[in-house]
């Protein structure tokens, strides 16, 4: 996946008033309980980032 695109996956895939993904359901007519995993890989992935951003402030 491209850099950047866990910003619009977080953006996309919100939690509904049933606990449900609502990018999953939007994009992929797919019911997914949230966080799904694409939440969860673009969580991951941001925390990464942000380590990296950070180690990299205090060199
Ligand atoms: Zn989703």
Redesign the pocket.
């Known amino acids: 996946m491209k850099e950047g695109q866990e910003h619009a996956?977080l953006a996309?895939?919100v939690q509904t008033s049933d606990g449900m993904?609502?990018?999953?359901?939007a994009?992929w007519s797919?019911l997914?309980p949230?966080?799904?995993?694409?939440?969860e890989w673009a969580t991951s992935r941001q925390a990464r980032t942000f380590t990296a951003r950070f180690l990299g402030s205090v060199r």
Not at 21 to 25: P, V
Not at 34 to 39: A, H, K, R
């Open positions: 996956i996309a895939h993904c609502a990018g999953c359901r994009w797919r997914a949230y966080p799904c995993w694409q939440v």
